[in-house]
Every structure is written in C-alpha cells, then in structure tokens.
Nanobody, 115 residues
C-alpha cells in the first residue's frame, strides 16, 4: 500500500523559511513525478512545484526564486524548501506522486505565515 506522509509545516513569520518533507512508503519514487500542491481556504488546490525522475523542475510563478523542490530517491523522500515566505503562502501543502496511471497524495501539512 502506497503512503505519503507530509511533514514540516508550521507557523513562521514573514520572510522566514520552512522545509517540507514527503516520505513515501510502499513504493519507490525513482520513476515518479513528484509534486507539491497547496490549498488555501476557499481556493482550489494549486500546483506549486514538481520534479521529474530526470530532475527537471517546474515552479509556479508565485514561488519562483523562493521555493526549491528536490528529491532523494534512495530515501523515497521529496522536499520543498521555502524561503522568503509571504502571508499569501499560507495554505495546506500536499505532496503528490504520479507513477504511470497511479496517483497518490499525502495528508497535507499546514503552513501559516504571520505578518
């Protein structure tokens, strides 16, 4: 059974940093596209960043230059380093794994940026 566990969220002041982690079990992530999404209250879930098996990354315009996605296939873990956090980054952040037809989601971790 595939399970993704999202951790690392918390309360941080404007300009601060956090690193989110997504640990996968029950599956290797080496061939998977890994991504982070976020959902703020009243909004749809939006793609924040993704990384392909080959290491190609994508970032939403709103986080370019501030967030960095990375992966450690040996540890079956993907990370999201978030710098220069803004109040508008406040949301629940979810990890997503896509491997062929299979898609799995983490349970989410809350990030709150206070001004």
């Amino acid at each position: 059974q595939v399970q993704l566990v999202d951790t690392g969220g918390g309360l941080v002041q404007v300009g601060g940093s956090l690193t989110l982690s997504c640990a996968a079990s029950g599956i290797g992530i080496g061939g998977a596209v890994m991504a982070w999404y976020r959902q703020a209250p009243g909004n749809q879930r939006q793609l924040v960043a993704s990384v392909t098996p080959g290491g190609t990354t994508y970032y939403a315009d709103s986080v370019k230059g501030r967030f960095t996605i990375s992966r450690d296939n040996a540890k079956a873990t993907v990370y999201l380093r978030m710098n220069s956090l803004k109040p508008e980054d406040t949301a629940v952040y979810y990890c997503k794994l896509t491997l062929g037809p299979r898609t799995s989601w983490g349970q989410g971790t809350q990030v709150t940026v206070s001004s």
